[in-house]
């Protein structure tokens, strides 16, 4: 099990797995569901493997067990979640080359509830679309089948930020550079960000810089995100970026912003996991 995370306190645990504190408390004092460790300031941290029988006991709850049933269930049981992700993610793929909307649903809503958002976006979602998107490539799923999972998962995404820019944490101003238009990810993004307390302005895709800027200078964001999957985008606009990094801490992510380009620019750079790629954001700000 990749620990590398490390164990967390209760807020930011409770947001990971998609449920209260309240109600983990409630699992944890009457059927043990929780083991949390103890920090050397005493505090209670809770582990990959709390989160691990946390996914358990709700995909048993999603079933029709009781509470204590569903706790009993997620104790005893020794599959590892991975395996069941690994379900969902074949389940969403064959829901897509059948154009089933509403099994794609059915997947995504069983997932959600069992694992949550960072572990769903993770393990189910992500590599789901990249696999579908290598098929269309090879010439083994058509176009329209692309066109199918991608504008219905956004459309989900989307239902999961409504209002998603309320709140009093810090604000984080997300956008596709100019001629970008695939916006999913940086969706992704947003969600995993929105997780853990920040306000999300999101501008989506093919944003003018200017535009960007003008958003910055009126709403003062914690940090301004940009990304872009052809480094010929970026590039095309250093000039505009590189007066854009004055206006807001920015930070450019994709395939398509290189190290030589945000050195250049003396920016930020967010690479690989957008899971991994949240959580630092989250642990060490704008700095």
């Known amino acids: 099990m ?35 460790v103890r920090s050397s300031g005493g505090f209670r941290l809770y582990t990959d493997e709390d989160a691990e029988r946390v996914a358990h006991m709700r995909r048993a709850l999603n ?7 569903a706790a009993r269930a997620a104790l005893e049981r020794g599959q590892p979640s991975e395996g069941l992700l690994e379900d969902a993610a074949a389940r969403l793929l064959a829901a897509i080359e059948r154009y089933d909307e509403a099994a794609v649903h059915v997947v995504l809503d069983a997932s959600f509830a069992a694992f949550g958002l960072e572990a769903v976006l993770r393990e189910v979602i ?3 679309l990249k696999q579908v998107g290598v098929a269309w490539e090879q010439g083994t799923l058509e176009v329209s089948q692309e066109h199918f999972a991608s504008n219905l998962i956004r459309g ?17 101003l997300l956008a596709c550079a100019p001629g970008e238009t695939h916006d999913i990810s940086l969706l992704a993004f947003g969600l995993l960000l929105r997780s853990h307390g920040w306000r999300i302005l999101f501008l989506g895709a093919d944003t003018p810089i200017s535009t960007l800027a003008q958003t910055a200078k009126t709403t003062r964001p914690a940090l301004a995100v940009l990304t ?3 480094p010929a985008l970026l590039q ?7 007066r854009l990094a004055k206006i807001a801490p920015l930070v450019l992510s994709g395939p398509g912003a290189s190290d030589t380009l945000c050195t250049q620019l003396g920016v930020r750079r967010l690479d690989g996991d957008l899971v991994d790629a949240a959580n630092e954001i989250a642990r060490t700000g704008t700095d």
Do not use: C, H, M, N
Not at 15 to 34: D, I, K, M
Not at 63 to 69: D, I, K, P
């Open 156 to 172: 989900r995404l989307l239902s999961l930020a409504r209002l998603w820019s309320r709140g009093g944490g810090p604000l984080a």
């Open 63 to 69: 079933e029709g067990l009781s509470a204590a049933e």
């Open 228 to 230: 872009s999957f052809d």
């Open 126 to 128: 992500l590599p789901t």
């Open 236 to 242: 095309a606009e250093k000039t505009a970026l590189r």
């Open 2 to 36: 990749d620990t590398a995370r490390g164990p967390l306190r209760i807020g930011e645990f409770a947001r990971r797995v998609g449920v209260s504190p309240e109600l983990l408390r409630a699992w944890e004092r009457r059927y043990g569901l929780l083991q949390p």
